[in-house]
């Protein structure tokens, strides 16, 4: 075991909320896999699991890591306490035991989970990206190279995988990336891509996102709880990152945009329309507060265009660039991430640009993802603790 890899980095991480409320929320005898491309070298693996937003104890029956690209499959068990098996209990996370294994920067680890028993399949969060697909398949095939085509389908939820931290080098950090369906969908992913283009071999970038959540409310009906916890509760959890130095904070367009009035929804009413006051008064003493007990360097991210969004009008709008301005601006903050000035139309600064709009004109696109990846600062991705 080489010397120079003792630190502890987080090199891959997600969120955990409820999942959307379907007809069937439990599974047996599944498989699942996920894919993750390392961004360090180094020598020991560990695993967060979590069963946070579960109301159920889940019995993880095993589960293994094994390094994709060699030419013999080679599964690795991952234990707890020395046991291939453990109970995930309701509302809590799960740290697995430190695994020996020789890890290569760029080489993509395949984390797979088997469940044997009925399974409350309620801690998970779907994210999307060009890094971010997993699989599931019917039957116990956790410890082979490939899976049944057959029995296999892709997925996008990831499910009670929560973090990956690897014993590397000192120089290595991670860049949390905390928000909403902005931020669980594409530009993480390009961010991490574009570190290894440029040659930012040192920075991992961990994604903290769940769509529709808000800084000051949640939902508490199965029509709306896949939207998640609000911030206040969120935060603390998700902030648990191994070798963390900065984090870009992009939320709050949902606590602008869902209020409809109880007349038209019960559960969206206008008590929940915030001020602008309340939302800056949420981020500083919510987030910036706790990120800096941390000592984490705290960026902010502007909100984006939503010109054409169902609930659209101008004093939400207004509230937005209000909003903006201050993220801008404040001096609580160590920088700021202009996301909507990479995306937003220069004519037309309410809405996308031309070519950036998801068509729901609130996501943007995959180029404009890949626009909010390329507008991050560049010295967020080369920090050194110079």
Known sequence: ???????????????????????CVYAKNITLRYPV??????????????????????????????IKEKESYIPVPITFSCNPSVTLMPGKE??????????????????????ADYTQMNSGTLI??????GKYSYGDFAEQGTLPLDLTRNTNW???????????EEKNYALVCF???????????????????????NVAIIR???SGTRILRQYNCITYAAYGLKGATRFPIELNVSGAKAVIIQHGINDIIHPVGSDVNPFR?????????????????????????????????????????????????????????????????????????????????????????????LHPSESAYKAMAECVPEELLTMTDD
């Open 37 to 66: 491309r390392m961004a360090f070298s180094g020598s020991k693996l560990r695993f967060r699991f979590s069963n946070l937003t579960g109301t159920e104890p889940v019995t993880l029956t095993k589960a293994c890591v094994a």
């Open 269 to 361: 009413p206008w008590s929940d329309m915030p001020t602008c006051e309340d939302l800056q008064r949420g981020i500083e003493e919510l987030y910036v507060s706790h990120a800096r007990k941390l000592g984490l360097s705290v960026w902010s991210g502007t909100l984006l265009p939503i010109y054409g969004w169902r609930t659209y009008n101008e004093d939400r709008d207004k509230m937005r660039q209000q909003m903006n301005e201050w993220l801008l601006s404040s001096e609580i903050f160590d920088g700021c991430v202009d996301f909507d000035k990479a995306v937003r139309d220069p004519e037309h600064p309410a809405a996308f640009a031309p070519g950036f709009d998801s068509g729901d004109h």
């Open 1 to 23: 075991m080489s010397d120079k890899f003792n630190k502890w980095v987080a090199c891959w991480g997600n969120a955990t909320s409820i999942i959307d409320q379907k007809e």
């Open 179 to 201: 928000g909403d369906s902005i931020t669980a969908q594409s530009w993480p992913d390009y961010l991490a891509l574009r570190a290894v283009d440029k040659g930012f071999a």
């Open 128 to 133: 999307t990206g060009p890094l971010s697909s």
């Open 208 to 210: 903290r996102a769940v």
């Open 94 to 115: 799960t740290e697995s035991d430190e695994i020996c294994i020789s890890i290569n920067a760029g080489e993509t680890v395949e984390v797979s989970m088997y469940f």
């Open 158 to 168: 990831f499910y009670f995988l929560n973090t990956i931290d690897i014993l590397t």
